[in-house]
Each structure stands twice: as C-alpha cells, then as structure tokens.
C-alpha cells in the first residue's frame, strides 16, 4: 500500500514561517504529481500548492509569493515552505501524490497549522 508521512505543521505567530514535509512510501511505480491541500472548518478543501513531475508548480492565488513547494533530493518526498503566514493559513494540511501506478491519488492524514494573530 501507499503511505504518505506529513510534518511540520505547529503553531506560529502571523508573520512566521514553517516548512512542511511529506514522505511518500509503498509500492509506488511511477508520480504524476505531488501537493498540498488544506481544509479549515467552514471552509471548502482547496488545493494550496502542486508540483508535476516534470517540475511544474501551481499555486492558489492567495499564497502566490509566500509558499513553496518543492521536491526533495528523495523522489517521493515533497516540502512546503510557508512564509509570511497569516491568520487565513490556519487549517489541516494534507500531503496528497498523484500516481500512474497504482493509479489514483492518496492521501496524508494531515498536520495542523495555526497562525496567530
């Protein structure tokens, strides 16, 4: 099976920075795409931040210029870097990988992130 492990997630002051990671393990065969998503309650998840295979990135508008993404010297690892953070960024963060093989997404449990005013 596919296992992703998710860190980094804490309590900071708006202004501060964390750096999430996620690992990816399993029988993995082949990335399409690696990502974050996040959820704060009343909210609709959304897609935060995503990085292709071939090193494309894509972000939601709201966190252009102060994350991001990138993969690790390991193929199946992907990092969040998170600046500048703001009160909105509170949620739960989860790592999510699109494979080829075995074909579908799968899912972190997540890391929860709070910024404080």
């Known amino acids: 099976q596919v296992q992703l492990v998710e860190s980094g997630g804490g309590l900071v002051q708006a202004g501060g920075s964390l750096r999430l990671s996620c690992a990816a393990s399993g029988s993995i065969f082949s990335i399409n795409a690696m990502g974050w998503y996040r959820q704060d309650p009343g909210k609709q998840r959304e897609l935060v931040a995503a990085i292709t295979s071939g090193g494309s990135t894509n972000y939601v508008d709201s966190v252009k210029g102060r994350f991001t993404i990138s993969r690790g010297n390991a193929k199946n690892t992907v990092y969040l870097q998170m600046n500048s953070l703001k009160p909105e960024d509170t949620a739960v963060y989860y790592c999510?990988?699109?494979?080829?093989?075995?074909?579908?997404?799968?899912w972190g449990q997540g890391t929860q992130v709070t910024v404080s005013s």
């Open positions: 999510v990988v699109d494979l080829s093989w075995p074909r579908g997404d799968y």
